[in-house]
């Protein structure tokens, strides 16, 4: 399905293939024989650009969203897997996403890199060409550090350093209760998701 937002509408290579339950939605690039997998979705939102390059492959469920400020790149020949979640991030070429991994805003890796089972890139952190991320574990800052899951304090603090809600949402949150924090968010994200009350999903081609 592909769907304008806004103005844009998906630009599809026409040696790619895209299921027919896949999402495409607003500003959404796909390079020459890529291969978005069923019920995949690829979501740009705003004037945001999403870009999958050549002989990549997207797989089911996963989720590619650019937004704001945000764009999102895919590099030529990436393989990004089921249920993986990829949000305003730049993945360079020849990178393996596993099943569940997640790149947060802000984030790059470098070529040739892999993310394994459940790993996280959070925001904001910059991994180098060729490295690997064990299996649930969670890469922060600038240049990446790999924290195990049992390190959640560290971790917390790494990432506080850097103002999550302040950074992605440009929310200044000096004084204010967490409910307070998590409030504006949803209303900040609910005003610019309204946009979609005029999406127009195409015809097939």
Same mark, same amino acid.
């Given at each position: 399905m592909r769907i304008r937002h806004r103005v844009y509408v998906p630009q599809v290579d026409p040696t790619a293939w895209v299921a027919p339950n896949a999402v495409l939605s607003g500003r959404v690039v796909v390079g020459p024989r890529s291969r978005i997998l069923y019920g995949a979705v690829l979501t740009a939102? &705003? #004037?945001?650009? /999403?870009? $999958? +390059?050549?002989?990549?492959? !997207?797989?089911?469920? *996963?989720? =590619?969203?650019?937004? &704001? #400020?945000?764009? /999102?790149? $895919? +590099?030529?020949?990436?393989? !990004?897997?089921?249920? *993986?979640? =990829?949000?305003?991030?730049?993945?360079?070429?020849?990178?393996?996403?596993?099943?569940?991994?997640?790149?947060?805003?802000?984030?790059?890796?470098?070529?040739?890199?892999?993310?394994?089972?459940?790993?996280?890139?959070?925001?904001?952190?910059?991994?180098?060409?060729?490295?690997?991320?064990?299996?649930?574990?969670?890469?922060?800052?600038?240049?990446?550090?790999?924290?195990?899951?049992?390190r959640s304090a560290a971790i917390h603090e790494k990432i506080g350093s850097t103002g999550f809600p302040a950074y992605v949402f440009g929310l200044q949150v000096e004084g204010k209760r967490r409910g307070e924090i998590n409030g504006e968010i949803a209303r900040r994200y609910s005003r610019a998701l309204e946009a979609h009350q005029h999406d127009e999903i195409l015809p097939d081609d």
């Amino acid at each position: 399905m592909r769907i304008r937002h806004r103005v844009y509408v998906p630009q599809v290579d026409p040696t790619a293939w895209v299921a027919p339950n896949a999402v495409l939605s607003g500003r959404v690039v796909v390079g020459p024989r890529s291969r978005i997998l069923y019920g995949a979705v690829l979501t740009a939102e &705003g #004037r945001a650009e /999403l870009q $999958v +390059g050549s002989d990549c492959v !997207v797989m089911e469920q *996963a989720v =590619l969203r650019a937004s &704001g #400020r945000f764009p /999102l790149t $895919v +590099g030529d020949g990436t393989l !990004v897997g089921p249920h *993986a979640y =990829l949000t305003g991030c730049t993945v360079g070429p020849g990178c393996f996403i596993a099943t569940g991994a997640m790149i947060f805003n802000g984030a790059s890796l470098g070529e040739g890199s892999t993310v394994a089972l459940g790993g996280v890139v959070h925001i904001a952190t910059a991994m180098p060409r060729e490295f690997w991320i064990p299996i649930g574990h969670i890469a922060v800052g600038q240049p990446g550090e790999i924290f195990s899951p049992d390190r959640s304090a560290a971790i917390h603090e790494k990432i506080g350093s850097t103002g999550f809600p302040a950074y992605v949402f440009g929310l200044q949150v000096e004084g204010k209760r967490r409910g307070e924090i998590n409030g504006e968010i949803a209303r900040r994200y609910s005003r610019a998701l309204e946009a979609h009350q005029h999406d127009e999903i195409l015809p097939d081609d």
